[in-house]
């Protein structure tokens, strides 16, 4: 039985980027993206056990197999692209003094003004 389910606006991105590239539906793009994680998983030379014990600061990163280290990173990257509520309004009152950083329309980084009580 099919069932629906959310997934993040830049995720769907993703699939149906991946899913055009590939000739597939985005339902098998998904699929086919949940069997290979499923592999992984199941693999002996990959512990993703291993690559959450890193995440939870219970061994280093560097014990961690090359395959395990790309997943740990795109694991905490992921964890950390979500602001909290209260990063948010320290950046909303940045953003009012006309203070931060970002890039222009061309890709480069640009900072806005200067502040002594930051």
């Given at each position: 039985m099919a069932q629906s389910i959310k997934i993040s606006d830049?995720?769907?991105?993703?699939?149906?980027?991946?899913?055009e590239l590939s000739s597939r539906s985005i339902a098998g793009q998904i699929t086919h993206w949940i069997r290979i994680g499923r592999s992984i998983e199941r693999s002996p030379e990959f512990s993703y056990a291993d690559v959450r014990a890193?995440?939870?600061?219970?061994?280093?990163p560097?014990?961690?197999s090359g395959e395990e280290q790309e997943v740990y990173i795109e694991d905490l990257l992921s964890a950390t692209s979500e602001a909290t509520?209260?990063?948010?309004?320290?950046?909303?009152?940045?953003r009012k003094k006309g203070l931060g950083a970002g890039l222009d329309p061309e890709g480069r980084l640009i900072q806005q003004g200067t502040s002594s009580d930051t």
């Open positions: 830049d995720e769907m991105e993703h699939v149906r980027r991946e899913a890193a995440l939870l600061g219970q061994v280093s560097d014990d961690l509520p209260e990063q948010k309004a320290f950046f909303k009152q940045r």
